[in-house]
Structure formats: C-alpha cells, structure tokens
C-alpha cells in the first residue's frame, strides 16, 4: 500500500507518449496517460472507459461527430462498443478507469 | 453520455456529509464524497477501494497505526478486507473507484 503523487509521476514523463497503469483495483485498473498526439480511431468491446482530465485539454471524439473537450477535473464515460479517438490539445495528462487488460479494437477513420 | 465537471459537483453540495455515485463504469462506479467528518472504522471484504483527492485534505488511517495523509491528485489504494477510516482535515473532497454495491462492515476502534 503506497501513496501515489499523480501530478509527480506525470511529470516525471519525458516521451511523447506514454500510458501506465497505476493502480489495480479489483478487476480494473487506473491509468496514467501523458501524450501530445491524437490516438486511432477505436472501441473497447466489452468495456467501459471512464476518462478525467489531470492537465492539459483532451478532446475526445465520437463517430458520430460529437467532442467531448475536458480540461483538469472534468470527466466523461465512454460505454463499451463506443468508436472513439482521443485527441491532445498540446500535452495532455488523464486518468482512465477501465477493465484491467480490456480488448481494444483499432477500426478506420469514420466516413 | 455527458461531461462530468467534479468540482463544480462538489461545489454545489451544502450538506456536511455527501458521497454519490457519479459515474458507472462497468460493474464498478465513481463516487464523489464531500465531508468534514469523521468516518467510522470499516471494510469491504470483497472490494479494493481507490482514493484520490480533489480538494482539501484526507487522512485515510488504518488499524496497525499508519495514516495517508492525501492532498489534491494524490491517490492510495485500500485492499479488500483492510480495516481504515477516512478523516477529513477541513471541508474534504474526494473520488472512490470502487464496486458498485461494494459490501461495508463497520468495526470497532482499534485497539
């Protein structure tokens, strides 16, 4: 059992592009991501995704055309089988709460 | 699907004590507590039990005599069947991640 700093261990990211887990919590886990970058296009079929903000702004796209854009302390949860993409608006730092070793299905952009 | 803002959620809450689900993400939720208090000494036999603080400050003391002292963006675990208590020092605001309906069993003080 150990305290974890969030803002610390992101700081301490030096690629452009980096996504730990940082605790395990039953069956799901709570992930660091620090990026500058915009993701591929796709969908977590049997799991939800809950995403917040640490720094930064994120955008988070849906198929439909609908963004979501979160700055600190703002969260949204995309529900499994949801196509998405999450977009850096310069460097961004966020949280993820989801299914530990969740599928991950990687699909084209949409029409 | 709708943005969350978890401190404008805070900021409207008038009571001394509020802890809600926020979010459902798979079979487990985000709860959003909001106390000045002190919490009775508990487990959850079945369920880890993530903190992270948003605002003030949490002590999270546990029964061999350890305390977490959390500030904002500072996270512990707690394992399933580890007997703790939350303190808040001040007006405290913080997540869970946990299982939906996790079971409680409060306790005794420590010896």
Redesign the interface.
């Known amino acids: 059992?150990?305290?974890?700093?969030?803002?610390a261990e992101a700081a301490a990211v030096t690629e452009r592009y980096r996504n730990q887990v940082?605790?395990?919590?039953?069956t799901?886990c709570?992930r660091l991501a620090v990026f500058e970058e915009t993701y591929a296009w796709h969908h977590h079929p049997m799991?939800?995704?809950?995403f917040?903000v640490?720094e930064g702004l994120l955008a988070i796209d849906?198929a439909d055309g609908?963004t979501?854009e979160?700055g600190p302390?703002?969260?949204?949860?995309?529900?499994?089988g949801?196509v998405h993409r999450t977009r850096a608006i310069g460097r961004t730092v966020n949280l993820c709460?989801?299914?530990l070793g969740a599928e991950t299905i990687v699909v084209s952009a949409p029409a």
């Open positions: 059992m150990h305290m974890v700093d969030l803002r940082i605790s395990q919590v039953n799901s709570l799991a939800d995704e809950l917040l640490v849906l609908t979501f979160l302390w703002q969260s949204v949860t995309i529900p499994a949801t709460f989801e299914t």
